[in-house]
């Protein structure tokens, strides 16, 4: 059974109880007022009938006559015939019932004085009242209370009529009230369903301040949470599937030349000159395969451990990185240009801070034309917090390319890439290292103009020396 059938049969029987009882409490408390009323008029009839023959054996005793069951039974018969219509009397006297008749199940003996019954005999019902008199006289008045429990079964079977016209209306309501506020829940339903079989985008959006409107939106919050986890897991996914793609080419490459030019020194008989071409292209090809297990390897570290930072004076890493890039660049012919030592010192990890700038100044190299400036920038920002990184005039990267130029692998120009060694890891380690010191790489660049790449730390008092 659907929960809005349920919620429309609760709704019903505790409609139908409630007024079935109050129903039955207003009839039988009216009831019971006539009865009441009816019980007050009797008793007083009953009362006045006990008095007359009370004062006839009085009457009889003063006078010295007898006091017979047939003097009785006059003065009783004079009393039915001037009593109202349903009501008789009955006397019982020596052992006798001298006097009228009483309904069958009532035995003249067995009623206490001053009681009343109620008795009923086919369609009649009866009130009995009995009193003892003097000289062992008991009398019985007997009065027709039919047409009180006539109007109460009338008044019962119109009740009854009404309340199941009342009710067939109610239901009718009830179902429609039952389904309206069920729809929120059938909804629900609805979009779970579609949930699971793959509708992610699903949402409810049922509006009200109610439970069902709360539960509606906790419902959305849930989905959006799933949907953008599902997101994140087929992104992971296709990234994955990117980097092994992209591992297995960059594999391939330095592999086919290594293959090439070994077997070419294998089995051809070279001169000086080809062997020596030959050799160097071997050597260039495994520094690549070495550069690209080295960078890899950091990514995994840095993926699987938990970092450690400690306080690091930028003086000594801004020393390390100028004489590992250096040579570089003027092998180039690009000018690098340092900033002056301020004594900053920041939480994080010195090796990997080097690693970040020697990595952003390899990219800037690469894009730049000899004669170029590639600067590092190292300063202090108002908020407080450390600016760090490089910035270039080069050939710049496209704007549809700057959200992906940190995937593993990705390059913009694979060709000039390749040519230049690169293997598409630098700015993926370079992210990473960010990440892992809680903070985010800030690419900033404009095809043809330049790029800028920095990094915000957190700065922190200096803990003594320079770090080498």
Known sequence: MKFAQKLGCAMMLVLAVSFSAGGCALLYGDFADRLAEADAQNQAQHSLACYAVESEILSLYSLGD???????????????DTAPEGSTFALWYQDRLVCGQLPGEVQPMEMESSQIRYVRTGETVSAVYCSDLLDGARLFSVFDVSSLYAAR???LLRFLTMEGAVLLCAAVVVVLLSRRMT???ALLNRASGEIAAGAYDRRTAVPGDDEIAQLSRSFDHMAAAVEDKVAQLELSVRQRDDFMGAFTHELKTPMTSIIGYADMLRSMHCDPDEQKEAAGAIFHEAKRLESLSRKL?????L??????????SLDGVLRTVHRSMAPVCRAAGITLRMPGE?????????????DLLCNLIQNSVKASREGQIVEVICRRQKSGSILLGV?????GIPAEAVSRVTEPFYMVDKS???KSGGSGLGLALCSSIAQAHGTELRIRSREGRGTCITVTLTPCPPQGGDNP
């Open 416 to 418: 000039r890439a390749r």
């Open 303 to 312: 993926s699987d451990e938990e970092l450690t930072l400690t306080p690091v």
């Open 153 to 155: 079964t009338r008044s």
């Open 297 to 301: 390897l950091q990514l995994l570290r």
């Open 66 to 80: 007898a006091v017979t069951g047939d003097a009785l039974a006059a003065e009783v018969g004079e009393l039915t």
């Open 391 to 395: 910035a270039d005039a080069g050939i």
């Open 342 to 354: 301020e004594g900053l010192t920041v939480r994080g990890d010195a090796d990997l801070l080097t």
């Open 183 to 185: 729809r929120p829940l």
